[in-house]
């Protein structure tokens, strides 16, 4: 495609010599360059199309970097990127890889943060502006954040704490009414009032709070938007400009289907239709969704919980079939946690399912507000594991020692279809303790072996009674082990003994114990961070006896878009590695 604007703008500064007629015609193109590589190799995609005006907007009458931008989330920097001299990576194909789908200070002087997760870009906003003022510099700092992300509690506690500042921090405020899935909370109730008064309603949000408001009706407007931002410009107090956008603005698909084309894979451009066709094969997370259903229909005290992540947590048709039975917090993990902690205290059923990396933020509330009251609520812990070109800000690595090591918490990791249904019915039905679930993040296995929904608290089921070394496979890993087994027997002779413990959060002392008498050698497998883990749990317990012991998983780093098949080599994670290690720690 032609690009007679945009080939001539190779940073923001360059913005300034166009006219407005220009930085229109540049809109169209910074949109349709994003249609274009996004239907080729996929990305988030409804929430950079309704940014393009703001960003260029916003590029045009400030002074980037120097003037410094905060990208709540950054999964609508897309546009910004495009403008700070990172065009070609959405130009050309052998350079689409060469960035990544959020903001990073590693590629560019106009990042500050590498940002993944919401609800921060105030808080984050605040910390430079009082850098700022410390040093006695004069530059603007912004935040630009989505009404989604202002369901999230660190917006609240960034927003209270902007206001009061007194200097200058200006607020961009991306209101799409929509979140990932449709927007929830009260808040949202005030935005779209603000939205039907053209910003003049007296019940104002923001206002309360301290800032100066100012609306934008037509926030895919650039010159509307420029004449607001030139307002605001080096202001010396607290501002929220409110801009009325429309998500996935300039495709038409997208606007009518803004919850599936959030995030999408490769598509037909001109049909919309994903070019990733469904393998109609079931998943852990319909598994879920259709086992809910099915129990909610005599089962009134059944409550789902979502994080504005429905369907990929397997609760889209539970959203549709049982509407008092669901609740979407918005994107409010730690909201989720101890409301489900509520709900299961007086004895109803809830389930919340939230994504590993996602996990990490409601740390306080398993720890205080659920395992600390011990309420019998069931945690599903989805897309967890090492994960394949995964980017930095979404590792799915953590959650086993987060999880694991909180007490009353039983983390629990099924090794089949049949186990995880047995797991799942149980975690509804048992009262004793608060049940989290780590979902396998591969293709379903099934054994068609039936497992009683009854589990012995940290108890494991040995597979295969053998003797010299124990293999210790965990959740997904498991099958790992039973190829580590075979192949090790094939190469050594040893039959060794094949164990899933089922339970991440405990130790069976007794059949450790009774790995003593014929056994030199217990190895772990784990898809998660070592440090703190579950291999360190059984490597402990073994510290004063006559044990050898070796642990495999992730080592503790953050990791980008790293092949799986690398790692794989680096943590020892494929059976020839594995029996190599085995073989030296025999010697």
């Not at 703001?54 to 546009?79: E, G, R």
């Not at 591969?442 to 040995?462: G, P, Q, R, W």
């Not at 450790?512 to 998660?528: A, P, Q, R, S, Y």
Request: proline share 3%.
């Amino acid at each position: 495609m032609e690009l007679k604007i945009l080939n001539k703008v190779n940073s923001p500064k360059d913005l300034k010599s166009l006219n407005r007629d220009e930085l229109k015609v540049l809109a169209d193109e910074v949109r349709n360059i994003i249609i274009d590589k996004v239907s080729k190799v996929g990305g988030h995609f409804g929430p950079n199309l309704g940014m393009v005006e703001a960003t260029i907007a916003l590029h045009y009458v400030f002074n980037s970097p120097i003037d410094k931008m905060v990208w709540d989330v950054s999964h609508q920097s897309y546009p910004h990127k495009i403008l700070t001299g990172r065009k070609n990576a959405f130009i050309n194909p052998d350079e689409y890889n060469s960035i990544t789908g959020y903001t990073s200070q590693d590629e560019s002087e106009h990042d500050f943060f590498k940002i993944g997760h919401t609800s921060t870009s105030v808080s984050l906003a605040c910390g430079l502006a009082k850098a700022r003022d410390t040093k006695g510099a004069k530059e603007n700092i912004i935040a630009i954040i989505g009404d989604g992300s202002l369901s999230g509690g660190e917006a609240y506690e960034g927003l209270n704490n902007a206001s009061a500042s007194g200097k200058n921090i200006i607020i961009v405020v991306n209101d799409n009414d929509m979140s990932i899935s449709e927007n929830y909370g009260g808040l949202y109730k005030n935005l779209a009032l603000l939205r039907e008064t053209n910003g003049k309603a007296e019940d104002n949000f923001f206002k309360s709070l301290g800032f100066e408001y100012h609306f934008v009706k037509e926030g895919n407007n650039v010159d509307a938007l420029i004449e607001t931002f030139a307002k605001v410009k080096d202001i010396d107090h607290p501002v929220v400009v409110h801009i009325h956008t429309i998500k996935g603005n300039g495709y038409k698909k997208a606007e009518e289907n803004k919850e599936s084309f959030h995030y999408v894979a490769p598509f037909n451009v001109e049909t919309g239709e994903s070019l990733v066709k469904p393998s109609g094969n079931e998943t852990y997370a319909s598994i879920l969704g259709n086992l809910l259903c099915e129990k909610a229909k005599d089962d009134k005290s059944i409550v789902a919980i979502s994080a504005a992540t429905a369907p990929f947590v397997g609760l889209g048709a539970f959203r549709n079939k049982f509407k008092d039975q669901f609740i979407d917090v918005g994107i409010a993990e730690e909201h989720a946690i101890a409301l489900a902690s509520g709900i299961a205290s007086q004895g109803a059923k809830p389930v919340v399912g939230i994504a590993s990396t996602f996990i990490q933020r409601t740390y306080d509330q398993l720890s205080q507000d659920l395992a600390m009251n011990n309420n019998p609520a069931l945690v599903m812990v989805h897309n967890a594991g090492i994960g394949d070109n995964r980017d930095v800000t979404h590792l799915g690595i953590f959650d086993i020692p987060l999880i694991s090591n909180i007490p009353n918490i039983v983390y629990v990791a099924p090794t089949s279809k049949e186990e995880y249904i047995a797991m799942v019915e149980w975690g509804l039905e048992q009262d004793k303790h608060p049940v989290a679930i780590r979902v396998p993040a591969h293709a379903v296995i099934s054994t068609n072996k039936a497992v009683k929904a009854d589990f012995k608290l940290n108890t494991y089921e040995k597979v295969i009674d053998g003797s010299e070394v124990a293999i210790i496979g965990l959740g997904a890993f498991f099958s790992l082990g039973e190829k580590v087994q075979e192949k090790l027997k094939e190469a050594t002779g040893i039959n060794a003994t094949l164990i899933n413990p089922r339970f991440i959060s405990g130790i069976d002392k007794d059949m450790l114990t009774e790995l003593l008498d014929n056994h030199k050698l217990v190895i772990t497998l784990e898809d998660g961070i070592l440090d703190g883990g579950f291999g360190e749990k059984i490597s402990r317990f073994y510290g004063d006896k006559n044990m050898k012991t070796l642990n495999f998983g992730a080592t503790k780093e953050f990791t980008d878009r790293v092949p799986m098949a690398e790692l794989n080599e680096r943590y020892h994670l494929t059976e020839d590695l594995i029996i190599e290690d085995i073989k030296k720690a025999l010697k």
